[in-house]
């Protein structure tokens, strides 16, 4: 499921290659639709994130491969919020989306299965944002943001839900955000960061950032 997105000669000039060997064994598992430097960033910025007060979450969980990947640079040290139908894609713009209703079903079951080695996770099936309303009258904040939904509506409402729970400096990380086949995903993107006064972040793959300032 995994793809090989980073030339294996740069791997030869890593600080530390042991991080690349994780990744490959999480993408040998076969539960993570992320190219292997995709992997890394996101395992990379769990790091980064991890001293700061708030929580992780991630809507788009599929089969639980970025959410273990984030539990262990986290050291599961701080509570992970799984958003997913765990029935597929809920729905489409028409003109706007190209994945279908459906794409991507995967039992919560299953996942829930495939981390069961895992204290830090939360489950929440349903369709996001209606899924978090339990979050709504909380005082929880975010240090880090997974959303990976392949859809404008479910990446619009991810972004205006977390933004405004993030922490300093904690990050918003978009997967497809550079994907020809999710321009449902850039179009939020794009909407919502010219509102916001902080630089959007394309990284080198299908993967943009925004870090909270305040
Ligand atoms: C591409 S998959 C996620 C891949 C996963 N993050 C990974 O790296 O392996 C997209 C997921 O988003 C979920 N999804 C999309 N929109 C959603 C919404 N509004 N609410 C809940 N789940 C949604 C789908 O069910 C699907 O499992």
Redesign the pocket.
């Given at each position: 499921m995994a793809y090989l997105d980073i030339d294996p000669a740069i791997c030869e000039h890593l600080h530390d290659k042991n991080e690349l060997d994780l990744m490959f064994e999480i993408a040998r598992e076969g539960?993570?639709?992320?190219g292997i430097g995709e992997i890394l960033s996101l395992y990379r910025l769990a790091k980064r994130t991890a001293h700061l007060p708030g929580a992780i979450a991630?809507?788009?969980?599929?089969?639980?491969?970025?959410?273990k990947m984030m539990g262990i640079a986290s050291a599961q040290k701080k509570a992970i919020y799984l958003?997913?139908?765990?029935?597929?894609?809920?729905?489409a713009t028409a003109g706007v989306d190209h994945v279908l209703v459906g794409q991507?079903?995967?039992s919560l079951e299953n996942v829930k299965n495939y981390l069961s080695e895992f204290s830090c996770f939360k489950f929440h099936p349903?369709?996001?944002p209606e899924?978090a309303v339990f979050l709504n009258d909380s005082s929880e904040t975010f240090s880090m943001v997974?959303l990976?939904?392949?859809?404008y509506?479910?990446t619009l409402?991810g972004l205006n839900f977390f933004y405004p729970r993030m922490d300093p400096h904690g990050v918003i990380v978009v997967?497809d955000y550079n994907s020809k086949s999710c321009p449902g995903v850039r179009k939020a993107v794009d909407e919502f960061a010219a509102n916001i006064p902080e630089t959007l972040i394309d990284l080198w793959s299908t993967q943009a950032l925004i870090c909270k300032s305040k």
């Amino acid at each position: 499921m995994a793809y090989l997105d980073i030339d294996p000669a740069i791997c030869e000039h890593l600080h530390d290659k042991n991080e690349l060997d994780l990744m490959f064994e999480i993408a040998r598992e076969g539960k993570i639709a992320m190219g292997i430097g995709e992997i890394l960033s996101l395992y990379r910025l769990a790091k980064r994130t991890a001293h700061l007060p708030g929580a992780i979450a991630e809507v788009g969980v599929y089969r639980g491969g970025s959410a273990k990947m984030m539990g262990i640079a986290s050291a599961q040290k701080k509570a992970i919020y799984l958003f997913d139908t765990f029935e597929g894609i809920p729905q489409a713009t028409a003109g706007v989306d190209h994945v279908l209703v459906g794409q991507f079903a995967n039992s919560l079951e299953n996942v829930k299965n495939y981390l069961s080695e895992f204290s830090c996770f939360k489950f929440h099936p349903g369709v996001f944002p209606e899924s978090a309303v339990f979050l709504n009258d909380s005082s929880e904040t975010f240090s880090m943001v997974n959303l990976d939904t392949d859809i404008y509506s479910g990446t619009l409402s991810g972004l205006n839900f977390f933004y405004p729970r993030m922490d300093p400096h904690g990050v918003i990380v978009v997967h497809d955000y550079n994907s020809k086949s999710c321009p449902g995903v850039r179009k939020a993107v794009d909407e919502f960061a010219a509102n916001i006064p902080e630089t959007l972040i394309d990284l080198w793959s299908t993967q943009a950032l925004i870090c909270k300032s305040k």
